[in-house]
Nanobody, 114 residues
Framework: QVQFVESGGGLVQPGGSLRLSCAASGSIFSLYAMGWYRQAPGNQRELVARIVSDGSTNYADTVKGRFTISRDNAKNTVYLQMNSLKPEDTAVYYC????????WGQGTQVTVSS
């Protein structure tokens, strides 16, 4: 059974930084593209960044230049470094494969507020 466990969220002031981590289990992690997704209240879940098995990355326009996705295949972990955070980045952040499968974790709350 594939599972994802997200951590690292919190409350941060605008302009601050956070690093999210996601531990994956239940599959051969290195074979799959992984993504970070987020869902703000009243909004649909959206993809913010993805990383494929060869390390290539793509970002949503709203986070490009501020967020960096990376992976450590030896640790079955994917990271999201978030810099220059804005109030509109406030959301619950999830990781999953890309394309996503029906195995969402609990997510980690990121709140950007002064």
């Amino acid at each position: 059974q594939v599972q994802f466990v997200e951590s690292g969220g919190g409350l941060v002031q605008p302009g601050g930084s956070l690093r999210l981590s996601c531990a994956a289990s239940g599959s051969i992690f290195s074979l799959y593209a992984m993504g970070w997704y987020r869902q703000a209240p009243g909004n649909q879940r959206e993809l913010v960044a993805r990383i494929v098995s060869d390390g290539s990355t793509n970002y949503a326009d709203t986070v490009k230049g501020r967020f960096t996705i990376s992976r450590d295949n030896a640790k079955n972990t994917v990271y999201l470094q978030m810099n220059s955070l804005k109030p509109e980045d406030t959301a619950v952040y999830y990781c999953n494969r890309w394309p996503a499968i029906a195995a969402w974790g609990q997510g980690t709350q990121v709140t950007v507020s002064s």
